[in-house]
């Protein structure tokens, strides 16, 4: 599971890049994945601090002026926590939902963000930000008005889809079709129903409206296989509740068993980190 990340300054570029990926901080104590082409730079979510996200920009040879929007999926602090510092500092246009925006005014931790950052996106509306077109999608959620997104370049589609408490068949076609997915492998079904949490917050999780259980997240995957699939990343990881290794062999069990010509190794499948960089994935 563990991968080198992979440079991308002038010198080493010697082929053409469409798009890329990489998880620059992924789990339940913060998220923020960068996707980009060479044109377009965006964040999904800055749930990090504003130092930690600029160190992992500045791996792949960039900086927060390169940034040419973030693209939130909702307003819990995992999401949103290093929001405010980056947007003053660099003037960064903030794209959420509606209901999204109302819920991050009334967090008062970020300090003040200029209303003129802020762009409301509905779901199944897409827009264009310079070379890349983006998909919002409807997840289910205890937030406002949450949001996956899906990102298109020419004939290249990934897609960010975390904090799903269940999935559906309106979520599987909106996924289909993806070469980069990063996916929410969030908990162990075992590991939180034993752990310390509160009854509550177990059944929060685990509810309609919570997060995907490794389990969950492999039999999804499933569904989505294609014979294009470039690259899966398992995110979203929970520090308490889960293990790496478990999501990572649970989701490939899920698809050894799964009803489709496909095999695990068919794929390659990383799991993204909490505190390190991923590979960059490259298509």
Known sequence: MGTRLRFIGNKQRKRKIYMRMCSIASGSSGNCIYIGTDATHLLVDIGISCKRTLEGLGQIGLTGKDIDGILITHEHSDHISGLGVICRKFGIPIYATERTIAA???????????????????????????????NPMKISHDAAQPVAYRFQYG???????????????????????MDVLLLEANHDINMLQVGPYPYALKQRIL????????????????????????TVFLGHLSKE?????????????????????????????FVANRSEMSQLVEI
């Open 207 to 230: 509810g309609k409206k919570g997060h995907l259980s490794n389990e969950l997240s492999g039999r999804l995957l499933s569904r989505l296989l294609h014979d294009n699939l470039k």
């Open 155 to 177: 004939n290249k589609r990934m897609a960010v889809a975390t904090d799903l408490g269940m999935y559906d068949d309106y979520t599987v076609e909106s996924l289909k079709g």
């Open 241 to 269: 509740n889960n293990l790496a290794e478990l999501a990572y062999e649970t989701v490939r069990l899920e698809i050894s068993m799964a009803d489709n010509p496909y095999k695990p190794d068919d794929f390659p499948i």
């Open 104 to 134: 991050i005014k009334k967090v008062s931790n970020l300090g003040v963000i200029e209303d003129s950052l802020f762009r409301a996106v509905r779901a199944d509306e897409k827009f264009i930000l310079k070379d890349i077109t983006v």
